[in-house]
């Protein structure tokens, strides 16, 4: 490998995860191909982002529950009414008892709870351009807490502390459906493709559908799974076809009365010759290009941002003037979007609209990630300059500089 890293104290984007393989590497010969096994020999690798002392204060204070929080052995669920309060807090000695009964704690979606996790997640996501998401699993020594199963999405095990020995089997259904439902498979139905000990600060990606388990023998394990949800060839077709229904009167026809009758052997043919006109409409470059475009408004917005304290910024927008600095928030990946008569700025949980007038002040905005003073932004009044700004804060991308 020519690549050259300087490790960081924390663990926060893609490359630092898969170092040292590049971006490109895992891209042609990885992703949705064949399993990575990276093995560093560096236990304090990930240990920055969730350490042991840590599990008590996100159970503690962040009190993920239902669906986010489950106790688990051999497949087998603990009733939640075992460890969790009347007021809706954790018995952590009641889960300290049953993780030293054999039962792994699971924690979904960590990132929602714990920032380092949420910032990886968060860098993931606008690199990959996929949806992105952590689990946690605390299991004890000599434990499984799920059978052979094989996953929906992609998934990147991230070893944090103590080892873990995984199964990787032959496929049997090659990249299910995002989705679908995951089967438990029996171990004698399964042809065993190789043995793999994970060490604290080693990584393993796993693509989705190859059938994999995981067993601890005499440490325990504290691990994350990053799952990566990627956005499917069939989404797009799906997604334009649901936009030409809009303007196309055939795909909104009923189909022939008794299409399904067997007297009606002509239906058939008719129906893949109307069928095979609304594909070649669907698939127009130009359809394709307008529907890759709403998939990626849609990413934008539905992505939260970061939480950064963003509050005393909305507390300053009365104090603000032309001479003020302000900048964007981290990773707000923004775009702008224009029509004859409409200006959208798209960014991370938000869109701001206004007339098409206001395009290339929105644009300068879009293009300045450094920090800039209000009054440089161009084809506006002072007073608009500083309305726009002030609207910028309030609704999340804009910050002050100081």
């Not at 049953?98 to 606008?126: K, M």
């Not at 095990?157 to 032959?170: M, P, R």
């Not at 679908?180 to 080693?202: M, Y």
């Amino acid at each position: 490998m020519d690549l050259v890293l300087e490790k960081k104290e924390i663990v926060t984007d893609f490359q630092e995860l898969i170092y040292p393989y590049t971006v490109e590497d895992f891209s042609h010969q990885y992703w949705g191909k064949q399993p990575l096994l990276i093995q560093r020999e560096n236990a304090s690798y990930f240990t920055p982002l969730l350490a042991m002392a840590d599990i008590d204060k996100v159970l503690d204070f962040h009190r993920p529950k239902g669906s986010s929080l489950r106790v688990v052995k051999n497949q087998e669920p603990l009733d939640p009414v075992t460890y969790e309060n009347k007021d809706g807090s954790l018995n952590l000695n009641k889960l300290y008892t049953s993780y030293a009964e054999g039962y792994t704690l699971v924690i979904n979606e960590i990132d929602r709870f714990w920032a380092p996790i949420q910032t990886l997640c968060h860098n993931l996501r606008a690199l990959l351009s996929h949806k992105t998401t952590a689990n946690m699993y605390l299991t004890p020594k000599n434990q499984t807490a799920l059978l052979p199963h094989y996953d929906t999405h992609d998934v990147f095990v991230v070893q944090v502390a103590g080892k873990k020995h995984w199964k990787l089997y032959d496929t049997i259904y090659p990249t299910p459906r995002v989705g679908s439902p995951q089967p438990i498979f029996a171990r004698e139905h399964l042809n065993k493709v190789q043995d793999i000990t994970l060490n604290a600060g080693d990584m393993l990606y796993i693509p989705r559908g190859i059938p994999h388990e995981a067993v601890t023998t005499d440490e325990s394990s504290l691990h994350l799974t990053i799952g990566v949800y990627p956005t499917q060839w069939i989404d797009v077709l799906t997604k334009s076809l649901d936009q030409i229904t809009n303007t196309q009167v055939a795909l909104r026809q009923s189909l022939p009365v008794g299409f399904l009758n067997p007297e009606n052997q002509e239906w058939p043919e008719e129906i893949l010759h109307t069928l095979s006109e609304l594909l070649h409409n669907a698939l127009q470059p130009k359809q394709l290009k307008q529907t890759m475009q709403h998939l990626g408004e849609a990413f934008k917005v539905d992505h939260k941002p970061m939480a950064d304290g963003h509050f005393e910024h909305v507390d300053q927008i009365e104090n603000i003037t032309l001479e003020t600095k302000v900048i964007q928030r981290n990773h707000m990946n923004c775009r702008v979007l224009k029509t004859a008569t409409v200006a959208r700025i798209l960014f991370s949980g938000n869109v701001v609209k206004g007339p098409a007038a206001i395009a290339p002040a929105l644009e300068f905005i879009a293009d300045h990630k450094e920090a800039f003073l209000v009054n440089d932004i161009p084809s506006l009044s002072d007073a608009n300059k500083l309305k726009l700004a002030g609207r910028l804060i309030r609704a999340g991308l804009l910050k002050i500089y100081y």
